[in-house]
C-alpha cells in the first residue's frame, strides 16, 4: 500500500457521505435493514439511497442512479443482486466513489471467480476499493456509522473487529453486545477480493478510540503484507488473533526438510507470535483477553500473587498460571512479611496467599492492600469462594471497590469466583462493568498470561531494533546459481553447495570428491580418517533415504567396501539417477544436530526456521519459524522456543554450546535468500553444534533453487 | 569334504534354492561360500550377500555372512587382489568355513561367465577349491536345449570335475522328458535332475516386495504378509475396473497413482493383496483408513506406475528367512526330481 493508500482507507471508516445501491422499502430487504442502521445510528454525513425506482424511504429523496448524485460519495454500499452487481460498480467507479462496499454474496465464494475478477479489475483501474464482495457492512463509532445489516444497535466502544467469516461476525457482534463490549470498529473482509486485513489494520492501528484489535481469519492471502501489517500495530495496541484451520493437512512432496515441516498453520502460528500479536483458541477466550487488555494496565513486572480463600482453588489457580507461563512471586521471606500480619496464623504466606475460609470481606481487602502496597508484586490473582463469612452480597466491596483501588494505582488486579447462582450473575454483572472477573481460573490465567506476552513483546523490541543481516559476497553465490540454472538444474550439487558455504563463511567440513575406488582412498588419505562417503548426484536429494551415505569409515578396506554399497543402493533406490560421483569429507565430531532452513514461502514470503536436527527431523517436528527480515533477539527466541533448547544449554554434564555461533549461521542463511538472487531454499541439516567458543559445523546442505528467475 | 560349486548358463535359473534343498535334503553338516557377491546388503560399514545371509539363517551355520564372500564389485577386486592373492584369500575362506563340515556349497556369480575377469568365475572356482561343478539351465525348451549344446561344444571341460547339469523350471514336463531329455543325453551330458516349475514359488509377500521397490507402508501393515501372484496397472476407468475379473483376484496388487479413488475402492473391496501408490500421491485420509482397517497394504513409491511395474518385472521371488513353507516345499522339489545320490560320498 502506498502513503496515498494509507489515508484512502480512513474514509472507509470515516466517509463524509455514503450511498446505499439497493436501498429498499421492503423490510424484508437487506438495502431496507442498511438504510435503516446508518439513519438510526446517528451517522451525521450525507446519505443517498439509490433505487431505480426513485421516492423516498422513511422521508429520505432516492435517487434512480448513482451518477444523479451531483456531491462527491466516499463510500457506497451495494447490496443488489449478483448479476446486477457489475453494473452498479462500474456506475461508481466512473462517478469517483472511493470505497465500495459489495453487501452482495455469490461470486467468488459460490466459483464465481471471472464475476469478481471482472469488478476488481473495473475498479482498480478507475482508483476505486473493493470491501467484498460477501459482506455484512462496516461500523465505524468514530462517525456513528452502522452500514451493516446487523438488527440492534452495537455499542460504541474501544474493540475493533476484523473478521473473514461474515455469519461468525455477526455472532461476535452479538457477544461483544451481551459482555457489554464496546466496539469502535467492525468490518467484515468478506471474500477478499481487493481490501484485506491489512489494509484495515494500517488505519485501526493509528484510529484513536480503538486500543485493541480482534481479527477472525481463515487464511491469509499475502503474508508478507500481512506480518507488515500486523508488526507495526501491535507496537501500539494489542491485536488477538483467531485463526481457524489448525488441523490442515495436506500430500506434499517437498524437496526439503524446511518446505514438508513448514505446515501452514505452524508457520502462521510463529510468525503471528514474532509480530507480537496474540493468538486466541476460541472467541470466547479472545473477548476475555480484549477485555482485560482494553480495560487493564500492562503489570508492571513479573511477580504474580495468588489471594484465595479456598486452597484447592488456589492450587488450580497456581497450575492454571504454569501452563499459561503466568510468573508466580517467589520470594518467601518477603511473602511472609508482608501478608503474616494480615492473615491468620493458621493461613499460609506462601504463593497462592491462603487467607482461609474464615476470611470475610474486610480480610480480603487487608490481603490486597498489603499487596497493593508492596513494590515487588506486580499483579494479583484474586480467589473468591461464597462461604458463610464471604456471602456473595459482600462481592462489591471484596471485588469491585479493590479493582477500582489498584485501577487508580495503576496496578493490575484480576478476579475468579466460584459460589452459587448469585455469585455467578454477580459475575455477569460485573464483567459488563468492565471488572476482570470469571468463573474459572484457567480463563482468568489464560487472559494473564496474554497481558504478560504482550508485555514481553513490548519490552523485547523497539523501533531502533537492529536488523539482523550478514555481509556476503552476493555476486559469487549469485553467479553459482546462474550457473546451475543454465545447465538445466533447480538445485545445487554438494560442490556448489560447499562454495556458497565457503563464501559466506559458514564451516563447513573438509571434502573432496572422487569418481573412482582410487580416488576415493586417496582422498580418504588426504583428509584423514574417519571420513564420510555421500553420492553426488542431481537425481537424488535425500541421500540418507538411498542409502547414499556412510558414516565413519575408518580405513581403507572400509572405504573400498562403502564405494560399491553406496553406488549399488543408489542405483536400486533412483535406477535412472546419473551419479557424477562420491564425496568423501570428514567426519566431524558428535555434536548437538540441530536443522537450519531459510526459504521463500508461498503465503508468508521469505522465512527461516530452525529446529531439532538429523534424519528424525519430519518425525519430531521440533521447530520454530520467523519471517524475513529478523532482529537479533528474534533468533534468540526461536531458539528458546525449541523443545531441545535445553540440549543446547547443556544437560547431562555437558557444557553449553556455542548458541551464538548458531545465530551467526541464522542470519547468514536469512541474508543469502534476502540478497541473493534466484534461491528459494537453503537447508542445513545437520548443523552440527560444539560447546561454546567451538563453534559449528554444516554438515549436510541443500540448497534449491527458484523456478521463477526473478526471485 | 565334498565341495560343490554350483553356476548356471543364465542368471536366476535357481541356484541359491537348489543349495537349499540338497542341504535339507541331503541333511548333512554344511557350509556356504559365495565368493563373488551379488545381492549386496550392506549396514554399519558390514557387508555381505542376501543369499549368505538366508543360507546361515536357515542352517543355522556359526560363520557370518561377511565371512562368505570376497567381493561385491569388479573394481573393488581389481583393485584390492590380482590372482594369486583372490586363489589365497578364496582358499582361506574356503578353510574357515569348512571346519567341521561333511560338505561344501560354493555358490558361482550370476552365470557361468561372471567374474572371469576377477578369476571368480565358475570353472576358476572349481579348479580352486577342487570341487565339482554342476551347472542349472532354466528357461524355455528351446533356450535349454541351446545353452546345454553351447556348453558341450564351446567349454572347455577339462582340469576339473563337472557334474552334470539341472534342468530347472521346466513347464511341460512331460513333453520334455519325452522330446528333449533323450536329445541332451545324446550329447553326453549327465541330467542330475529335471525340476518342473512351481508357481507357487514365484509367489511373494506384500512385505517383500515393499522393501524391493522401497516403498513406504502408509496403511495396512497388518497384511503385509499376504501372498501376492499378479500385478496389475490401474490404469482404466473405474467402471471398466469394477467389472473387470483382473480385480476380482484376491492375490493382485494394484499399481496406480493415489488420486485414483475410482480405482482404489473398489480394489479394496474386492480384498486384494496389495495396492502400490505411484508418483509420491498420497490417497486421502479415508482410503487410508479403510485400507488400515481392512489389512490391506498401501505402498507409496516415488517413481511412475511405469517404472513401478518395470521394477516389479524385474523382481526375483528369492526366499526369505520366514518362508518355511515356501523352503519345505524347495525340499521336496529336490527330493522328488533330483538324484540325491550323485550328491554322496561314494560317487565322485
Known amino acids: 500500500m502506498t502513503k496515498s493508500d494509507d489515508g484512502h482507507i480512513r474514509y472507509l471508516f470515516e466517509p463524509r457521505s455514503i450511498a446505499v445501491v439497493g436501498a429498499s422499502r421492503d423490510r424484508s430487504k437487506i438495502g431496507y435493514a442498511v438504510l435503516k442502521n446508518i439513519q438510526s445510528g446517528g451517522y451525521q454525513g450525507r446519505i443517498y439511497p439509490v433505487n431505480p425506482v426513485g421516492g423516498d424511504i422513511e422521508g429520505v429523496p432516492v435517487f434512480r442512479s448513482i451518477l444523479d448524485i451531483e456531491e462527491e460519495i466516499d463510500v457506497a454500499c451495494i447490496t443488489i443482486p449478483a448479476k446486477l452487481v457489475f453494473g452498479a460498480v462500474s456506475q461508481c467507479a466512473d462517478r469517483g466513489v472511493k470505497h465500495c462496499i459489495i453487501i452482495t454474496s455469490g461470486f467468488s465464494e459460490v466459483g464465481k471467480f471471472k464475476e469478481e475478477k471482472e469488478i476488481i479489475d473495473y475498479a482498480r483501474a478507475r482508483g476505486m476499493r473493493i470491501l467484498g464482495p460477501n459482506v455484512f457492512g462496516v461500523y465505524s463509532s468514530q462517525v456513528c456509522l452502522n452500514a451493516t445489516f446487523v438488527s440492534g444497535d452495537i455499542p460504541s466502544g474501544h474493540l475493533a473487529m476484523i473478521t473473514q467469516s461474515g455469519a461468525l461476525g455477526l455472532t461476535l457482534i452479538g457477544q461483544a453486545s451481551v459482555e457489554n463490549i464496546g466496539l469502535s470498529a467492525i468490518v467484515s473482509v468478506g471474500n477478499k477480493s481487493d481490501i484485506d486485513e491489512s489494509d484495515l489494520l494500517t488505519y485501526l492501528c493509528d484510529q484513536e478510540p480503538t486500543r485493541i484489535i480482534l481479527m477472525y481469519i481463515e487464511g491469509v492471502r499475502d503474508g508478507e503484507k500481512f506480518i507488515q501489517a500486523v508488526r507495526k500495530t501491535t507496537r501500539k495496541k494489542p491485536v488477538v488473533v483467531i485463526k481457524s484451520g489448525r488441523s490442515e493437512k495436506g500430500a506434499r512432496a517437498a524437496a526439503s526438510h524446511t518446505g514438508s515441516l513448514a505446515g501452514s498453520d505452524e508457520v502462521f502460528d510463529d510468525l503471528i507470535h514474532q509480530c507480537g500479536a496474540l493468538r486466541a483458541e476460541s472467541t470466547k477466550e479472545a473477548f476475555n483477553w480484549a477485555m482485560i487488555l482494553a480495560g487493564n494496565p500492562l503489570p508492571k513486572g513479573g511477580n504474580t500473587v495468588i489471594i484465595t480463600n479456598g486452597g484447592g482453588a488456589g492450587v488450580m489457580a497456581t497450575d492454571a498460571c504454569e501452563k499459561y507461563g503466568v510468573s508466580l512471586y517467589d520470594d518467601p521471606q518477603n511473602l511472609k512479611s508482608v501478608f503474616s500480619p494480615v492473615i491468620p496464623a493458621f493461613g499460609s504466606t506462601k504463593n497462592p496467599i491462603d487467607i482461609t475460609g474464615q476470611a470475610a470481606a474486610v480480610d480480603y481487602t487487608k490481603a490486597f492492600d498489603a499487596a497493593l502496597a508492596d513494590s515487588n508484586i506486580h499483579t494479583v490473582f484474586g480467589i473468591y469462594c461464597e462461604s458463610a463469612l464471604s456471602p456473595s452480597a459482600d462481592l462489591g466491596t471484596i471485588i469491585e471497590k479493590n479493582f477500582l483501588k489498584y485501577k487508580s494505582r495503576g496496578k493490575l488486579i484480576v478476579f475468579s469466583l466460584f459460589g452459587g447462582q448469585q455469585t455467578a450473575d454477580y459475575v455477569v454483572s460485573a464483567k459488563k462493568r468492565g471488572v476482570p472477573v470469571s468463573d474459572d481460573v484457567y480463563d482468568t490465567a489464560s487472559s494473564l498470561g496474554a497481558m504478560y506476552r504482550y508485555k514481553e513483546y513490548l519490552g523485547s523490541h523497539s523501533d531502533s531494533d537492529k536488523i539482523a543481516d550478514a555481509t556476503l559476497d552476493a555476486v559469487s553465490i549469485t553467479a553459482i546459481v546462474s550457473d546451475a540454472r543454465k545447465n538445466g538444474r533447480f538445485f545445487l550439487l554438494a560442490h556448489e553447495a560447499q562454495k556458497i558455504m565457503n563464501l559466506a563463511g559458514i564451516p563447513i567440513p573438509r571434502s573432496i570428491q572422487a569418481q573412482t575406488i582410487q580416488g576415493a582412498v586417496e582422498a580418504a588419505g588426504t583428509i584423514g580418517y574417519p571420513v564420510v562417503m555421500k553420492v553426488v548426484s542431481k537425481d537424488i536429494i535425500h541421500k540418507s533415504d538411498t542409502g547414499g551415505i556412510a558414516l565413519n569409515l575408518e580405513n581403507e578396506g572400509e572405504v573400498v567396501d562403502a564405494y560399491g554399497a553406496i553406488l549399488r543402493s543408489c542405483k536400486a533406490h533412483v535406477p535412472h539417477a546419473l551419479i557424477d560421483g562420491l564425496d568423501i569429507s570428514e567426519m566431524v565430531k558428535p555434536g548437538t544436530e540441530l536443522i537450519v532452513g531459510a526459504r521463500i514461502d508461498q503465503t508468508f514470503g521469505p522465512t527461516i526456521m530452525i529446529g531439532l536436527g538429523g534424519i528424525y527431523v519430519e518425525v519430531m517436528k521440533d521447530v520454530s519459524f520467523r519471517s524475513l527480515p529478523v532482529h537479533a533477539g528474534d533468533i534468540i527466541s526461536m531458539i528458546k522456543e525449541l523443545r531441545s533448547y535445553p540440549l543446547l544449554l547443556g544437560v547431562r554434564g555437558e557444557k553449553m554450546k556455542d548458541v551464538a555461533a548458531v545465530v551467526n549461521v541464522v542470519t547468514t542463511l536469512g541474508a543469502i535468500l534476502r540478497h541473493c538472487q534466484g534461491i528459494s531454499d537453503i537447508e542445513i541439516n545437520p548443523l552440527v553444534v560444539y560447546e561454546q567458543g567451538e563453534g559449528i559445523r554444516a554438515v549436510d546442505i541443500r540448497i534449491i533453487l527458484a523456478k521463477n528467475e526473478k526471485r | ?348
Open chain 2, 1 to 348: 569334504m565334498d565341495k560343490f560349486v554350483i553356476t548356471s548358463m543364465r542368471p536366476s535359473a535357481g541356484k541359491t534354492s537348489l543349495i537349499i534343498g540338497l542341504a535339507r535334503a541331503l541333511n548333512k553338516k554344511i557350509g556356504y561360500l559365495k565368493p563373488f557377491g551379488a545381492r549386496l546388503l550392506y549396514k554399519k560399514k558390514r557387508l555381505w550377500d542376501y543369499d549368505a545371509a538366508l543360507i546361515t539363517h536357515i542352517f543355522n551355520l556359526e560363520e557370518n555372512p561377511e565371512d562368505m564372500s570376497i567381493g561385491f564389485h569388479h573394481s573393488k577386486l581389481l583393485y584390492s587382489l590380482d590372482e594369486k592373492a583372490t586363489k589365497a584369500k578364496l582358499l582361506k575362506a574356503l578353510d574357515h568355513i569348512g571346519e567341521n563340515k561333511d560338505l561344501i556349497f560354493v555358490e558361482a556369480g550370476k552365470d557361468i561367465f561372471y567374474g572371469t575377469s576377477v578369476y571368480l568365475d565358475a570353472i576358476s572356482l572349481t579348479k580352486i577349491v577342487e570341487g565339482r561343478l554342476l551347472i542349472m539351465v532354466s528357461g524355455d525348451e528351446d533356450t535349454i536345449i541351446d545353452d546345454i549344446s553351447f556348453l558341450t561344444k564351446y567349454i572347455r571341460m577339462d582340469g576339473f570335475h563337472f557334474m552334470g547339469v539341472v534342468i530347472n523350471k521346466v513347464d511341460k514336463i512331460d513333453d520334455f522328458n519325452d522330446i528333449y531329455l533323450p536329445r541332451i543325453r545324446q550329447m553326453g551330458v549327465p541330467v542330475l535332475g529335471v525340476i518342473p516349475s512351481f508357481p507357487e514359488l514365484t509367489y511373494f509377500t506384500a512385505q517383500y516386495l515393499a522393501d524391493r521397490i522401497f516403498a513406504k507402508v502408509l496403511a495396512g501393515e497388518s497384511g503385509l504378509n499376504r501372498q501376492v501372484r499378479n500385478i496389475v496397472v490401474g490404469s482404466m476407468g473405474g467402471d471398466a475396473a469394477v467389472k473387470s475379473p483382473l480385480f476380482q483376484d484376491h492375490h493382485q496388487v494394484l499399481i496406480t497413482s493415489g488420486d485414483r479413488s475410482d480405482l482404489i475402492l473398489p480394489s479394496l473391496e474386492n480384498n486384494v493383496a496389495a495396492i502400490i501408490l505411484s508418483n509420491n500421491i498420497v490417497p486421502s485420509s479415508v482410503i487410508q483408513s479403510k485400507a488400515e482397517n481392512l489389512g490391506i497394504p498401501l505402498l507409496l513409491v516415488s517413481t511412475d506406475t511405469h517404472q513401478t511395474a518395470r521394477q516389479i518385472d524385474g523382481i526375483e521371488p528369492l526366499p526369505t528367512k520366514e518362508d518355511t513353507e515356501k523352503i519345505n516345499r524347495i525340499e521336496k522339489m529336490i527330493r522328488d526330481h533330483v538324484d540325491l545320490k550323485m550328491f554322496t560320498r561314494s560317487n565322485p
